[in-house]
């Protein structure tokens, strides 16, 4: 589809051709391989496929990086882990891919349609060479017949796509784009094919039928071939991270199901690492729990047998055995997807440039079609003379470049956008992105790292220890002491014995002495961070805190969005001081601390409320309200699933300095395509008055649409 | 004029050919991996004999 009719369903009939055609090529299984990149990785992945059992052909596709499996036994389900281990072995990363058995099918079509459309119309216009320089009679009788045996299947064929969109539309009882596209060319294709019938001697308008399709398909491959290779790139991120949970049987034996599998009563195991896949109770185990993801809380906190924990919560030090109590749907994470499709629906109502282009253009054209019959059969009395001008009128309006106008800009924006990491999802995103006025941060995870930093100068010898103890555990907070100790070049103390205890600390002898690192409750002090204790005259305790780090590009970034003259806010779940300590370092002025995810979205309401466009760039679960609410919406690679398909944009870069030239990217974006509306509105000034007084000729109608149509899409391209 | 009854489906027979080779190449992929028909040429696998 264009830019010129986006209220429609994308390609509906070529969706229902794709499912109905035998797939020549059967692939049983897609597995996304992120890091090929050469001849040598396409044949050590298709050696290695080919070699496993079970394997019966195996093809790599390097534009998407993935590869395609057909599978010699009956079961291809089973055959995925084998074969990643089997990848792996060779040096591979593989992970499978949900629902990607399908190609690029609404593409292949579209590019079918172009070629047929390309073939006749340069036939077609070559026959009309000889007839516009002057054949004789019978051979110009001849030519017409001929081109029209050319035409009328070409553009039977071609031109499907508008006409069902159009009849779409019109079933609606609304117009689009495309019901004035349909009516010209068939209105041209048929006044020609009867005027062949008969003889005149008038050269007719199959040239200019075929070339509007041709031109407009070739917009409208455009615009489909861009945002596919954002949806592959996002569907590729999302098989990244594919939720799968270790139930354990009733008899005792685990094995591995995909999340979605599960359901209320399951009993569940959780290694430290591993992210929540559903809501549930704790029933055996003692962990700490990152639920930054939910609440943008940096500070992880315990939990033991009874504790509720939720989905998309990281248990970070110890074994969880949990028994599911809402899954799927039910779990608070889906609750906040709700949240989202709510919102989703509301930004759908934004209409882009080339809808409220269409809007206007639609109406007028057809009007100032019928106006020109009138007028010409009320002066002639001639119906099929008045006919011909009002043809030329709908053919020399049609917005050839108009409906190139648009997606030749963005799809070449969103293709550098995308040399440069940034992944444009959504249709109006650019147009979005270029009216915004105040960018909104979320803190943790996207102005900050996620990963503690140390703060103050511990002793070195009490450092040494502490990393001694700490160098065993997958806390932040023990790798935070790890890191300082290696930045200050302390050696950890040859700590033996080290025992982690979940939920409360790590154990260790060094020496003759018990040493303690942990929470400092659980050596019995008072403070937040993480305490060292030892036994003896030594091992007075000694209190480590911590602080969040900030992105390097931080501080840059936020500074050049100001000087590009939008305002910044912060909204955080966190404590207040924590929000107040980064906003301090940033220089930014609005930022609300302690907020839920609602209180984000309602926040961001608040200001559309007020007049402002909002750019939301967040990570969390919980910033997914707010992404879909605000006007744009950005989310780092790094962000969860829920996050990056709520988010318009997705940063895979992850650096946030990336959003300030994105900005101006998407304005330059807008300013040229209100100029490429210009160009094709310029061509129509000087061509309707031509048309409504007769003047306009097939000939012309060539020219002017020929190019017009390059005129736009070189303005496109040029930097 | 009368060579145009062999000119004329001459030439929309050569237009049909290319359409028709461009259709064959469409259907059997040629298009779905530009970047891996780029490298597989350095690939050597199949030097010494064609791929079965």
């Known amino acids: ?719 | 004029m009368n060579v145009l009854v062999l000119l004329i489906p001459i030439s929309v027979g050569l237009g049909l050919a290319g359409l028709a080779a461009f259709v064959w190449s469409l259907r059997a992929r040629q298009y779905d991996d530009p970047e891996g028909a780029r490298a597989r040429i350095l690939d050597d696998r199949w030097d010494d004999e064609p791929r079965p």
Not at chain 1, 364 to 384: P, Q, R, S, Y
């Open chain 1, 1 to 719: 589809m264009t830019a010129a009719c986006p209220a429609c369903a994308p390609l509906p009939e070529s969706a229902a051709r794709a499912a109905a055609a035998p797939t020549p090529a059967r692939a049983d299984l897609v597995l996304h391989l992120p890091d090929i990149h050469c001849a040598a990785c396409i044949a050590s992945v298709e050696r290695t496929l080919a070699a496993e059992p079970g394997v019966s052909a195996a093809r790599v596709n390097l534009s998407l990086r993935r590869v395609f499996v057909t599978a010699a036994g009956p079961e291809p389900e089973a055959l995925t882990t084998t074969l990643i281990a089997a990848l792996a072995a060779a040096g591979h990363r593989a992970q499978r891919l949900d629902g990607a058995a399908e190609r690029d099918a609404p593409g292949r079509d579209l590019l079918m349609r172009i070629g047929v459309a390309g073939f006749a119309m340069m036939n077609v216009m070559l026959l009309s060479v000889a007839v516009w320089s002057g054949a004789e009679a019978t051979t110009a009788r001849l030519f017409h017949l001929i081109s029209a045996a050319i035409a009328l299947p070409a553009v039977a064929f071609s031109g499907r796509p508008f006409f069902s969109s159009a009849l779409g539309a019109l079933r609606a009882r609304r117009l689009n784009m495309d019901v004035p596209i349909s009516l010209a060319i068939l209105l041209a294709a048929g006044a020609s094919f009867f005027g062949a019938l008969v003889g005149a001697e008038r050269a007719g308008w199959f040239d200019a039928a075929l070339a509007l399709t041709f031109f407009l398909l070739i917009g409208r491959y455009l615009d489909h071939a861009g945002r596919r290779a954002a949806r592959s790139a996002a569907a590729d991120l999302a098989a990244l991270e594919a939720p799968q949970a270790l139930r354990v049987g009733a008899d005792g034996r685990e094995e591995i199901v995909a999340a979605r599998a599960l359901s209320a009563g399951d009993l569940i195991r959780l290694r430290p690492g591993d992210r929540l896949p559903a809501d549930g109770v704790v029933e055996e185990g003692v962990s700490e729990l990152d639920r930054s993801a939910l609440t943008g809380e940096t500070r992880p906190e315990p939990v033991a047998p009874g504790g509720a924990v939720a989905a998309g919560e990281v248990t970070l030090t110890g074994q969880l055995l949990v028994r599911v109590a809402r899954a799927g749907r039910d779990t608070a994470l889906a609750r906040l997807a709700e949240l989202v499709a709510t919102a989703e629906t509301q930004r759908s109502r934004y209409s882009g440039l080339a809808d409220r282009a269409a809007a206007i253009y639609a109406p007028l054209v057809h009007i100032l079609g019928a106006a020109a019959f009138v007028a010409w059969f009320w002066a002639t009395a001639d119906g099929m003379r008045a006919l011909d001008v009002a043809i030329s009128v709908l053919v020399i309006t049609c917005p050839c470049a108009l409906g190139l106008a648009v997606p030749a800009v963005s799809t070449v924006t969103t293709a550098r956008l995308f040399r440069r990491g940034l992944l444009v999802k959504s249709r109006t995103a650019l147009e979005r992105l270029a009216e915004v006025d105040l960018v909104v941060f979320d803190k943790t995870g996207t102005l900050t790292t996620g990963a503690a930093r140390l703060t103050g100068e511990p002793a070195p010898e009490a450092l040494a220890r502490a990393a001694g103890l700490a160098r065993g555990s997958a806390h932040p907070y023990s790798r935070a002491i790890v890191a300082a100790a290696e930045a200050r070049g302390i050696a950890p103390a040859p700590v033996e014995e080290i025992t982690e205890i979940p939920g409360s600390g790590v154990e260790g002898r060094l020496g003759g002495q018990r040493l303690r690192l942990g929470r400092p409750a659980w050596l019995g002090l008072e403070g937040d961070g993480v305490a060292l204790a030892g036994e003896g005259a030594e091992g007075a305790p000694v209190l480590f805190a911590f602080e969040e780090t900030l992105r390097p590009e931080a501080v840059e970034a936020v500074a050049a969005l100001r000087a590009a003259g939008h305002d910044i806010a912060l909204l955080s779940g966190d404590a207040p001081a924590s929000v107040a300590r980064i906003a301090g370092a940033l220089g930014i002025e609005t930022a609300e601390a302690a907020l839920s995810p609602e209180d984000k979205a309602a926040w961001l309401e608040a200001r559309a409320a007020e007049g402002l466009r909002t750019l939301m760039v967040g990570d969390g679960l919980n910033d997914t309200g707010a992404l879909a609410v605000a006007h744009a919406s950005l989310a780092p690679a790094s962000a969860l699933d829920a996050a990056r398909s709520a988010a318009d944009v997705v940063l895979l870069s992850g650096r946030l300095d990336a959003i300030a030239p994105m900005l101006s990217a998407a304005r330059g974006a807008v300013a040229r395509m209100r100029q490429n509306i210009g160009l094709a509105l310029a061509y129509n000034m000087v061509a309707i008055p031509l048309a409504l007084a007769g003047q306009a000729t097939p000939l012309l109608a060539a020219l002017a649409m020929s190019s017009s149509s390059l005129t736009v899409s070189l303005n496109a391209v040029r930097r």
